[in-house]
């Protein structure tokens, strides 16, 4: 059995965790897939290329309205496709070559725990241990029960980035995150999308305002069943065909036809992978490794980190979580923990959503006091030059302290107009600071922020 000081399970942000700070402690990092993890390979990072490519599209195809008459001419898919890949594939040759140069030992089989702190790993059943242990090890798609699906090709986030065209047309099984960003990208680059989603709207975590306009939007683009399940999934020449029921308030049985299938219910976390509950580590009740604030497990010596842990699912959540990991590692005495009091996030579809704190629905069932501002894009300048119809920001306040409870945009730019309202959350400024106490550019599209604030 091999001894480290730190063995670190997960190269994604575990891979962070290895600075000069620990550079002391001879090290093991364990990844059996590609380091990166999901935001470089098949999440964050290679969807936001894809989306620069589907906003490009889109925007010449919907610049009529501003009086510019254009068209696309071809899509190259695999020009697309090979511009990202050929960017990200390099860097995880490069990145073990530069652990393995710095002097830290990388295992490129799967691991799983056989005991507290004791790990086999790879097909030759290595065993390491270490005193210090983190757990990163991150998530993986959800493929759901549904009859016939294991008879079919089809694809999740995982693999749909990597096809060799883009299909004439893709059915979407799910209605979030993923989902949506799936569907602008395949559908802003030719594909006709058909979405299933088993809830009434798309986007459901999102603020109810919110979520009910995405989906909207979407229904102008893209065939979108809503309270809708699937059935069962079934091959068919050139394709799937996709059994649903319950759209349109009909409980009726429709056979959907695609040339590709999206599986996009969302990720688990790869606790079971890892056999994590043979190292004694506790999960809670959706398989995630329960950690105390300072992401302590529950064996002294093993922490966690990233989706392995948290719910969010955010490459910037996991990224604090690393420096607080590290520092914590050091400094036993003096621990740090990350607040998810004010997580923010983003969709980058079409329209982009951002948000940040409660949405109005959180805040009328907990009973939290608040007034509400919304703002038009269409209602600052260059909400007219964009000749934006569609757009808004919302602000939720608290009505004795002025403080903000919440954000919410959705429209162009969305995830960066939000980031004032994050910052003035977090240092606790109220709406009157936020609103009058700095200048706001004109005409620049953050004047739709200050005026949705000036609302309340």
Known sequence: MKQYDLVVLGAGSGNMLLGPELAHLRT????????????????????????????????????????????????????????????IDPLHQSAVDYRRASGVDVYTG????????????????????????????????????????????????DTIMRIDEVPDSLIVIGGGVIAAEMGHIFGGLGARITMVQRGPRLLMGEDEQIAQRFTELAQ????????????????????VAVTVAGGGGSDAAEVLDGACLLVATG??????????????????????????????????GVWTLGDATNHFQLKHMANVEARAVVHNILHPQAL?????????????????????????????????????GVRDYADAAYGWALEDT???????????????????????????????????????????????????????????????????
Not at 413 to 438: C, E, H, K, W, Y
């Open 28 to 87: 093991a990092i364990v990844e059996p897939d590609r380091f990166g993890g999901t935001c470089l390979n098949r999440g964050c990072i290679p969807t936001k290329m894809f989306v620069v490519a589907a906003d490009a599209a889109v925007g010449v195809e919907s610049a009529a309205r501003l009086g510019v008459h254009a068209s696309v001419e071809a899509i190259d898919w695999k020009a697309i496709r090979d511009r990202v890949f050929g960017r």
């Open 267 to 300: 990720r688990r976390p790869n606790s079971d992978l890892l056999d994590a509950v043979a190292g004694g580590l506790e999960l809670d009740e959706h398989g995630h490794i329960a950690a105390d604030d300072a992401y302590r497990t529950s064996v002294p």
């Open 390 to 456: 569609t757009s808004f920001v919302k602000v939720l306040v608290d009505p004795a302290e002025r403080v903000l409870l919440g954000a919410h945009v959705i429209g162009p730019q969305a995830s960066t107009l939000i980031q004032p309202l994050i910052q003035g959350m977090t240092f606790g400024q109220t709406v009157d600071q936020l609103a009058r106490d700095m200048i706001y550019i004109h005409p620049a599209l953050t004047e739709v922020v200050e005026q949705a604030l000036l609302e309340v």
């Open 220 to 239: 102008q683009h893209h065939r979108v069943l809503l309270d809708t399940r699937t059935l069962s999934v079934r091959p068919r020449p050139g394709g």
């Open 110 to 157: 799967a691991a799983r725990f056989v005991g507290r702190k004791v790990i086999e790993v790879g097909s030759a059943a290595e065993t390491i241990t270490a005193e210090t242990i983190v757990v990163a090890s991150g998530t993986r798609p959800v493929v759901p029960a549904i009859d016939g699906l294991s008879d079919v090709d089809f694809h999740t986030s």
């Open 336 to 372: 740090r923990s990350v607040s998810s009091r004010l997580v923010p996030h983003a969709v980058f579809a079409d329209p982009q959503v951002a948000s940040v704190g409660l949405t109005e629905q959180d805040a009328r069932a907990r009973g939290i006091p608040h007034v509400v």
